[in-house]
Nanobody, 124 residues
Framework: QVQLVESGGGLVQAGGSLRLSCAASGRTFSSYAMGWFRQAPGKEREFVCA????????YYADSVKARFTISRDNAKNTVYLQMNSLKPEDTAVYYC?????????????????WGQGTQVTVSS
């Protein structure tokens, strides 16, 4: 069982930055690849990025590539999402999730554990 708690969301102007954190409970954090997903009002949940168990491999949706960076600190049981050059279309609730797949996945159905989400609002 893994419990995930996101933090760091908020209101930011377009072009600004935010750093999200996701703290995981338990001693097996390094056994899970981690992903970030987001869901905007009236839209389906979408993949943002993922990071492998070791942190050696990362994957990004085209919409965030070169602007967002995912990282993890297995000693602190935490995964991060650094978001730069934010756009109004990045406004959404952001969720972190954990999967047993070694490298992570862009499919939300392959993640067994989810956080409660944190709101990110980008004003124009």
């Amino acid at each position: 069982q893994v419990q995930l708690v996101e933090s760091g969301g908020g209101l930011v102007q377009a072009g600004g930055s935010l750093r999200l954190s996701c703290a995981a409970s338990g001693r097996t954090f390094s056994s899970y690849a981690m992903g970030w997903f987001r869901q905007a009002p009236g839209k389906e949940r979408e993949f943002v990025c993922a990071i492998s168990r070791s942190g050696g491999n990362t994957y990004y949706a085209d919409s965030v590539k070169a602007r967002f960076t995912i990282s993890r600190d297995n000693a602190k049981n935490t995964v991060y999402l650094q978001m730069n050059s934010l756009k109004p279309e990045d406004t959404a609730v952001y969720y972190c999730a954990a999967t047993r797949y070694i490298s992570g996945s862009y499919l939300g159905t392959e993640y067994a554990y989810w956080g409660q989400g944190t709101q990110v609002t980008v004003s124009s």
